[in-house]
């Protein structure tokens, strides 16, 4: 322990913490004290856990310790958990505790990985900036006047700050990705089906995807490796058989064509991002990727598509939360049918009502086929651009996000403006696609991220470009001050 102080062990990476637990430097309960310790010292500041199992946590870790494991972690509080509160940061689940964990959060605990605690997000899943909370906002460690990002933004803080090695988000839209650029860390949304969906509470079913959110690429390449792979419980999940990712991590990207599409670079942009970006655009050529203009020109009409598509699948999905199986339930003197409006009405938070509203429109009776069945055309349209470009190029390069992480509140009254944070994030999960999010720079000091997308399956080529750049780069290795 002498060479790795104990006030220092949060700081460590996963793959870092792997390594030094494996070779007994230190031990699992030293590592989990540490975090818990970093979590009590930044996150009356950050808010960026809605649990903390602190008591399970260590005991956790004991029973690591006898089987050389222990990597402590956080999960995003829309992944069930045995035992243990799963809100989804709504007051409709605010006291729902599940009875079996979700297939990713399973397969990460026979691992021996250690669950540090539930972290914060959008109100089930819906929005980008994680103030849609029902509980409180996560505040960026960078600016804690300044959003995460969301949905997933207590995890991205959680990371960010230390208060995690790694933690496990969503992407329905951008909700790894965005939160990963706004806080500097990295983070993954696999190939739809490529990580089991089962005891994930979902939000949009076609769309909702599980993925790592940890410090660099090695990371994430550890964390896929564990959650990856077949489920019978997911009729979704794919039977491909998993590579080994680490092993994909070779360094070297020399004669990877690597696609920059025209339409992510268009007007509105901050000129800090587009210059980050581009920037991280010449280092992957100057390491040997052929740089190539491409085209994606269903990019203008994701958005749009998108706000059809999934706030119809959620009006579905949240049918359930009606106040009679589980979750908050309205007691009063009216009828079944009140009581089932006053449970909607005092659940669920005006994001959720907002998109439950839409869907509702979408799919009634007279609209299904002039909204709901012309933006599924449009969806296959978007995949068809995407395989077009990728017989191509191996993979694009393009920014998360047009802006950079921005103050708490400044967005929350106009929707439209919320929603165009994620444009460029969003396509990728109309087309089931895998895409990172990798830090790349700074614009007036936050943190900006370069948006790496793949065909479908292509994690492990992802991963190394990504891996390729970190090595030749200290992007991922800035730290808040915090």
Partial sequence: MAAHAASELWQLSAAEASRLLADREISSVELTDACLERIAAVDDRISAYITVTADLARQQATDADRRIAGVPMQIKDLLCTNGIA???????????????????????????????GKGNMDEFGMGSSTENSAFFPTRNPW??????????????????????????????????????????????????????????????????????????????????QSIAGHDSRDATSLPDAVPDYSAALTGDISGLRLGVPSEYFAEGMDAGVRAAVTAAIDQLAALGAEIR?????????????????????CSANLARYDGVKYGYSHQGDGDMWEAMERTRQHGFGPEVKRRI????FALSSGYYDAYYHKAQQVRTLIRQDFAHVFEEVDALAAPVSPVVAFPIGERTDDPVRMYLVDVYTLPVNMAGLPAMSVPCGFSNGLPVGLQLIGPHLSEDRLLNIAHTYQQATEWHRERPGI
């Fill in 86 to 116: 799963t809100t989804c940061a709504s007051r409709m689940l605010a006291e729902y505790i599940p009875v079996y964990d979700a297939t990713a959060v399973a397969r990460l605990r026979e691992h021996g990985a250690v669950l540090l």
């Fill in 143 to 224: 600016d804690t006047g300044r959003v995460p990002g969301g949905s997933s933004g207590g995890s991205a803080a959680a990371v960010s700050a230390g208060a995690a090695p790694f933690a496990l988000g969503t992407d329905t839209g951008g909700s790894i990705r965005q939160p990963a650029s706004f806080c500097g860390v990295t983070g993954l949304k696999p190939t739809y089906g490529r990580v089991s969906r089962y005891g994930l509470v979902a939000y949009a079913s076609s769309l909702d995807q599980v993925g790592p959110i940890a410090r660099d690429a090695a990371d994430c390449a550890l964390i896929l």
């Fill in 357 to 360: 509203m839409l869907g509702a």
């Fill in 293 to 313: 203009e491409v085209s994606l020109p269903t990019t203008q009409y994701a958005l749009a598509c998108y706000y059809i598509i999934a706030p119809s699948e």
